[in-house]
C-alpha cells in the first residue's frame, strides 16, 4: 500500500472538506469550492467528490491539492500533518499501525450511525404519536374515542423524555437507554402494522 493508498484510506473526503472549511449542506452537497454558485452542486462522496456545476472531481487528496494549489506529495504531507495520522511519508508503512487506524475509523463510522439510528428511531416515534394526537382528537363529546387518540397522549410524554434525554446525555448515557430505544423501535413497527400512519 503506498502512502497514497494509505491517506485515501483513513480520511474521507467530506471529513477533509469540513476541516477546511466546505460547509455540507443536506445529502453531502457543498457550494462547490472551485467555481461561484449560489446552489450546492458539489456531491461530496466518502472516496471521491463530483461537481455538476463545472465537473470538478477527485479523491480526497485531489481536493487538497485543488483547495491549497499542491503538488499531490504535498497535499500528502497536508493530511498527515491535519489529521495526526502519523504516517512517516518518507518510509514504507507500517502496515500494523495502518489496520489499528483502519480499525478505529470503521469503530468511529460504526458508532456514529447506531447513534443516528437510535436518535432516528425516537423521533419517528414521537412523530407518530403527534400525528396521532393531532388527527384523531374528539370533536365532540358524543363521538367516540379513537384507541390511536388514547395511545397518543398516553405515550407521547415519555417520547419526549427519552427523545431530550438522548439528546442531553453522552455516548454512555445514550448506550444505557438503548434496549428502550430498541423496545420502542419494535413497538413502532406494530403500531404501523396494526394502524397505520
Known sequence: MTIFEEVKELVDVPTAARHYGVELHRGNMA?????MERH?????????YYCFGCQAHG???KLVQELFGLKPIEAVKQLNSDFGLGLDVDKPPDM???NR????????????ARVEHMYDVLLRYFTLLDKYRMLY????PDEETDKRFVYALQNIGY????????NRTDVVGQQEIKMEVDRIEREYK???????E
Open 96 to 98: 500494523e499501525a495502518v
Open 159 to 166: 417520547a419526549e423524555y427519552l427523545l431530550e434525554t438522548f
Open 101 to 112: 487506524r483502519r480499525r478505529e475509523i470503521a469503530e468511529r463510522k460504526a458508532e456514529k
Open 59 to 61: 479523491d480526497v487528496i
Open 40 to 48: 450546492p452542486s458539489c456531491k461530496l462522496y466518502d472516496d471521491h
Open 137 to 140: 382528537v374528539p370533536t365532540s
Open 31 to 35: 457550494l462547490c469550492p472551485f467555481h
Open 190 to 196: 406494530r403500531i404501523l402494522d396494526e394502524w397505520g
